[in-house]
């Protein structure tokens, strides 16, 4: 490919809205352009990029017996609702109707759809197990798109659906797809990604992993124990708290606190830490706007993941009206309204002594004690864990907060689609069975934006040669120069025709332009061409990385580029288990 030719621009300043640097480097670059809000258009790196990912998740999932299908962006919303989710999922699944009325949703994952194609085919356990996977666009109508293509509207994703006739046999193979990940983030030039246990969300199923790629620019929070090797999101992993009784226990007291509305401003009147305090966090359920109270130690924060899976339905921050049935700021369970539904943390376990609101303006409870004041009280593990935690693993109190790119997920489904959607098959002894499901997920764009953002420096990308949109950038320094021009035309043709991927700036441009596009396009070898080198009989030779700078004789360039090619790949590949 010639520079010169390539379609979209590339520009020097950063642009205002890029919150980050691997979005910014992908606009400067040329590589997308916003159409709407979450949505992008790929110039051609971005889909060379976007290629060469598939085609080495393709090689993976057909390693592992997968079956390339397709399944369409647009789902009637009849198979939406035998799953049940057409009303479950929120408003990031885009719902309409087409000109009959009938109702369609644009596939944000297809669950429903890996179903609906092998319901019939798979009526017989002698056709288990298998496992049927797709490269497609998705639409997820989010709702705080950012990020460039870490947080979008619409993507690309891999996913793959397996089916099983054992509980056994889906974790026999769900490892092989767990070990397969392993090696297409490998391949992909990051080998660093952390596998960390996740919750399941709106998936469903009993276990799932996330694949992190630890980075300052992430979203999601990861709790790692560098002791023992624990990791998982913060939605997931338990909070272990260790309650020591600072004050002895005392009789439930009704005390006046006038001005107290938040845990600081109690401490500092009752003169108290906040970890004898119990604080109400409020939330209403979407479905009927009834209130829900969590109390949990006043030091701590809700993890509402966690929250959400132990009241089985969705919920949002409450609003309380000065007519409500809650006294904003003095909340508390004793006396509370009974049509409010109450759950404690497990950090509340085992306090002696509590101050909590009295369900009136200005008044507290101190005294309080859980097991003697609410008798009937429900324990369930609802908050975030902390820096310096307890590790959920070997128990030591060294967990550590790290933040991270979601880049892959994979989950143990088990039942719940085949059984919502009347799957069945007939097992060797005639009767029927629901197949037990797997689900593995991979976001194509996100893993091209995710990789840049830890690839990267002042100046561009610093593609890994597995994906990068070219392997050599060759640059005419002198254009204009014959014999420049006329070497650097015969080098590109060779290494051509040698089947080495070359992008050549032809341009009659500055030298610092070109090496200025040669940074934010990011290939990882890059050969120049100039009159001063030729009369040295030289051609300069250098990575992307600035891991290799040399010169080299130009009878003998074209096998030190393959030998660095070579020498570039085989570093990632030794990083391939």
Known sequence: MKLSKLVGDRFKERPANCLIDSHALMVRGGYIKNVANGIYSQFPPMKRISQKIENIIRDEMDKIDGQEVLFPVTLPGSLWEESGRYESVGSELLRFTDRTGSKMVLG????????????????????????????????????????GLIRVREF????????????????QYYQRCYDAYNRIFA????????????????????????????????????????????????????S??????????????????????????????????????????????NADDSYVVAFIRGDLDINETKLTNALGCEIHPAVI???????????????????????????????????????????????????????????????????????????????????????????????????????????????????????????????????????????????????????????????????????????????????????YDDRKARPGAMFADADLLGVPVRVVVSPRNLKESVVELSTRDKSIQKKVPMNEIEQEVDNVIKQLTDSIYEKVK
């Not at 992430?218 to 002791?227: M, R, Y």
Request: charged fraction near 25%; proline fraction near 4%.
């Open 187 to 238: 391949r992909c030039g990051i080998p660093e990604v952390a596998v960390v246990k996740s919750d399941s969300g709106m998936m469903g199923g009993s276990i799932s992993h996330e694949y992190m790629l630890l980075t300052a620019a992430g979203e999601d929070s990861i709790a790692i124990c560098p002791e023992c090797g624990y990791s998982a999101n913060v939605e997931a992993a338990p």
């Open 240 to 285: 272990i708290v260790k309650n020591e009784n600072t004050i002895a226990k005392e009789e439930l007291k009704e005390v006046a606190t006038p001005g107290t509305g938040t845990i600081e401003e109690l401490c500092e009147f009752l003169h108290i830490p906040a970890e004898n305090t119990a604080k109400a966090v409020v939330y209403q359920r």
């Open 321 to 503: 009206e000065d007519d409500s049935v809650l006294t904003a700021g003095f909340i508390g369970p004793v006396g509370i309204n009974e049509k409010v539904t109450v759950l404690f943390d497990n950090s509340l376990k085992d306090i002696d002594y509590l101050v909590t609101g009295a369900n009136k303006v200005d008044t507290h409870y101190t005294g309080f004690n859980v097991e003697r004041d609410c008798p009937n009280a429900k324990y369930f593990d609802l908050a975030k864990i902390v820096e310096g935690g307890i590790c959920p693993q070997c128990g030591k109190p060294h967990i550590t907060i790290s933040r991270g790119i979601e880049v892959g997920n994979i989950f143990q489904l088990g039942t719940k689609y085949s059984k919502a959607m009347g799957f069945k098959y007939t097992d060797e002894n005639g009767e029927e069975q629901y197949p037990i499901m797997g689900c593995y997920g991979i976001g194509v764009g996100r893993m091209a934006a995710s990789i840049c953002e830890v690839r990267h420096d002042d100046y561009g990308p610093i593609w890994p040669i597995t994906i990068a949109p070219w392997q050599v950038h060759l640059c005419c320094l002198r254009s204009d120069d014959a014999e420049c021009k006329e070497f650097a035309d015969n080098l590109y043709n060779t290494l051509q025709n040698k089947g080495i991927e070359v992008i």
């Open 108 to 147: 944000m994952t297809h669950e429903e759809a890996s179903v609906q194609l092998v319901r019939e085919y798979a009526n017989s356990y002698a056709k288990y197990p298998f496992m049927i996977y797709q490269i497609q666009t998705k639409f997820r109508d989010e709702a705080r798109p950012r990020a």
């Open 156 to 171: 690309t994703m891999k996913d793959a659906y397996s089916f099983h006739t054992s509980q056994e046999d889906l974790e």
